[in-house]
């Protein structure tokens, strides 16, 4: 037996690391398609938008009894998945003012916004007619209402 022609030969060297990539590749793909099958592709295009709001109440000394909500910061939120929802508490209102009686309603109710639009920092929503134990919270509804998360809320003085 020639020892030195052992070390040398590296015949069987390519048909290793073929079998060796291809097994490779199989355990990825089993991966990739197993995350899809068990449906944990789509647990991850569901996630919550980050976003922030501030809340802005002119109570009764103002005379309009409003909450005014503005996107601060954040992701974008399409206007028909996000829902002004709470309690409007104890109101004094004279007239009927525009949003009275209607809080649960998207964000387009309570702004110049349409069910469209995209919300992006700086946008304002204008809840009418609020009193001070109101109760209002941010919400976001994916399309289809299987997922939701409250992004904000708010409440009054006297809640």
Not at 112 to 140: K, P
Request: aromatic share 6%; net charge negative.
């Amino acid at each position: 037996m020639q020892l030195k022609q052992l070390l040398t030969d590296d015949d069987a060297v390519s048909p290793v690391i073929g079998v060796i990539l291809m097994v490779a590749i199989t355990v990825i793909l089993a991966a990739v398609i197993a995350t899809f099958v068990l449906g944990l592709g789509d647990q991850v295009s569901n996630t919550a938008p980050q976003a922030s709001f501030s809340f802005d109440w002119n109570g009764p000394a103002d005379g309009d009894d409003t909450l005014n909500v503005t996107h601060d910061g954040g992701d974008t939120v399409t206007a028909q998945n996000l829902y002004l929802r709470g309690e409007e508490g104890t109101r004094d209102c004279t007239g009927d003012p525009e949003g009275e009686d209607n809080l649960g309603d998207t964000w387009d109710t309570y702004s110049d916004a349409d069910a469209t639009s995209e919300i992006t920092a700086g946008n304002r929503a204008e809840v009418a007619c609020l009193g001070s134990d109101g109760e209002v919270d941010v919400v976001w509804q994916r399309t289809g209402g299987d997922n939701s998360a409250t992004l904000s809320s708010w409440e009054g003085p006297d809640a």
